[in-house]
T-cell receptor
Framework: DAGVTQSPTHLIKTRGQQVTLRCSPK?????VSWYQQALGQGPQFIFQ???????QRGNFPDRFSGHQFPNYSSELNVNALLLGDSALYLC?????????????FGQGTRLTVV | ELKVEQNPLFLSMQEGKNYTIYCNYS?????LYWYRQDPGKSLESLFV?????AVKQEGRLMASLDTKARLSTLHITAAVHDLSATYFC?????????FGKGTRLHILP
């Protein structure tokens, strides 16, 4: 079991550009959540996808959008990048139902906006 | 709104000493997590606590949960330098995980 995998691991973008980050959930998991962790802070919930729809959303602007595919993998898109978007982006997956719905995190994507 | 508060936020301690990190949360939750994070790395899951009175131990770390007091503790016994890291408490409610600000632990040799 490969666990939760994210790509790329590191990324450098210029202010104003757009970026897409990818996440493959752990086998057997159908729910994917995205988190942003700024330097020195705890992770902040961005949004969650289940059945290819956004189910919950944290306090993030519309520049942050996502998608979930039929195979449960997910993308996080950020438009019009700001310097303040520089952070570690973490993806977590979990099963929607069952006895154990514990979330598992990927290794993260480090985004630097210059 | 669910809030998670950890204290202390910074802790510098000598090897061999014991200490406790506290985590308070504001509303009921489905589960409580403790994570470790090394600089530049992702989150490593340490413990998942589900029910009142739950206690789990792994090596020098022990976590407990009091759901009535909405309090979890992470106790470090006879600290060693390898435990230096940032520790996060996080609460899962309705499939949304809310994190504390983290406790940056520095263990001096």
């Amino acid at each position: 079991d490969a666990g939760v995998t994210q790509s790329p691991t590191h990324l450098i973008k210029t202010r104003g550009q757009q970026v897409t980050l990818r996440c493959s959930p752990k086998s057997g998991h159908d729910t994917v959540s995205w988190y942003q962790q700024a330097l020195g802070q705890g992770p902040q919930f961005i949004f969650q996808y289940y059945e290819e729809e956004e189910r919950q959303r944290g306090n993030f602007p519309d520049r942050f959008s996502g998608h979930q595919f039929p195979n449960y993998s997910s993308e996080l898109n950020v438009n019009a990048l700001l310097l303040g978007d520089s952070a570690l982006y973490l993806c977590a997956s979990s099963p929607r139902t069952g006895m154990n719905t514990e979330a598992f995190f990927g290794q993260g994507t480090r985004l630097t906006v210059v | 709104e669910l809030k998670v508060e950890q204290n202390p936020l910074f802790l510098s301690m000598q090897e061999g000493k014991n200490y406790t990190i506290y985590c308070n949360y504001s509303t009921t939750s489905d589960r409580l997590y403790w994570y470790r994070q090394d600089p530049g790395k992702s989150l490593e899951s340490l413990f998942v606590l589900l029910s009142n009175g739950a206690v789990k131990q792994e090596g020098r770390l022990m976590a407990s949960l009091d759901t009535k007091a909405r309090l979890s503790t992470l106790h470090i016994t006879a600290a060693v330098h390898d435990l230096s890291a940032t520790y996060f408490c996080a609460v899962d409610r309705d499939d949304k995980i809310i994190f504390g600000k983290g406790t940056r632990l520095h263990i001096l040799p």
